[in-house]
C-alpha cells in the first residue's frame, strides 16, 4: 500500500503542471489561436519565479515568497503572450511559426540571462515549500495520504484552475464568446463580439496559465531550474488534444501522462516493474504520446477556426 501511495503522490506531482498547461492551451485555442508557444511560455515563467524566488528568498521566507513568486510566473506569461497574439491577431502572422519562434528564444534567454546574473545556467533556490501535514484532513482514510500529506499549495491550486475554466468556458457570457470566436468568428463579429479582444483574452489567459505552469513544474521536483522544462508544453499540448478540448477529459488525459512520467522518473523506486534499462523508462511518456494521438486524433475536434487568421469579410 506505501507503494500505492507513493506512485498517486508523484502522479499528482506531474498531473498538476501538465493539467494548468494544458488548460492555458485550452483557452487560446478555443478563441481561434494555435499555441504552440506552450514550451516557451512555461520555461519563461519558470526561469522568472525561480530569480525572484531566489532573490527574495531571504527576506521572505516559506509560502508567501511561493506565491509571490508564482505571480510573477503569469505576468511573465502574459508578457510573452503579447508578442504571440500580436503577431497572430494584428499581423495575421503564421500562428505555428510564431510559437516556434518563442519555444527557440525562451531556453536561450533564461541561459543567457542566468549566466549574466548567477555565472552558471542553473538557477538555485532553497526548496521549503512541501507541506509536511495537514491537521486533520491528513488522517482521512486513503485520501489523507494522498492530498494531505507531503503536498505543495499548487496542487489544490489547480484544481481550482480546473473547476474556474469549467465555469468561464461554459457557464459565462464571456466564455460563450470565446468558444464562437475559435467556432465561427463572423458569426460572433455579426452580433457585436470583439473577435480582436476575445482572441487577445484567449491568449494571454493562456500565456498566465502557461507561465504558471512551468514554475509548478520545477518547485515541487527540484532545487535547480537550468532553462528547461523537460519537453512538458509539448506533453501539455499532447494532453489538450488527448483531451478533445474540454476541461474534464484533460484533467484524465493529464493523470494518464502524469502516470507515464512518474514511471519513467521513478522507475528504479517502484518494485515491480521489470529490470530493463532506465533509459527506456525515461521515453515511455513520448512513446506514450505517439501511440495515444495516433490511435484517438481522427475522433479529436478542434474548433473549426483554430489557427486561421480572422477576416472580417470571410465567410
Known sequence: MNMFYFIAQQTMVFTIPLMVVALGGLFSEKSGVVNIALEGKMIMGGFTGIMFITTFQDRLPGQPIFMLGLLVAAATGIIVSLFHAYAAINLKANQIISGVAINMFAPAFAVYVSRIVTGTQNVHFINQFRIETIPGLSSI???????????????????????????????????????????????????????????????LISGALAGLGGLVWVVPISAIFSGNVSGYGFLALAVLIFGSWKPLRILFAAIFFGLMQTIAASSSAIDFLPDIPAHFYRMLPFIATLIVLAFTSKNTSAPKAVGQPYDKGGR
Do not use: N, W
Open 141 to 203: 482514510p486513503f485520501i489523507g495520504e494522498i492530498f494531505f500529506r507531503d503536498v505543495f499549495l499548487t496542487t489544490y491550486m489547480g484544481f481550482a484552475i480546473l473547476a474556474i475554466s469549467a465555469f468561464v468556458l461554459y457557464k459565462t457570457k464571456f466564455g460563450l464568446r470565446l468558444r464562437a470566436c475559435g467556432e465561427h468568428p463572423q458569426a460572433a463579429d455579426s452580433v457585436g463580439v470583439s473577435v480582436v479582444k476575445m482572441r487577445y483574452a484567449g491568449v
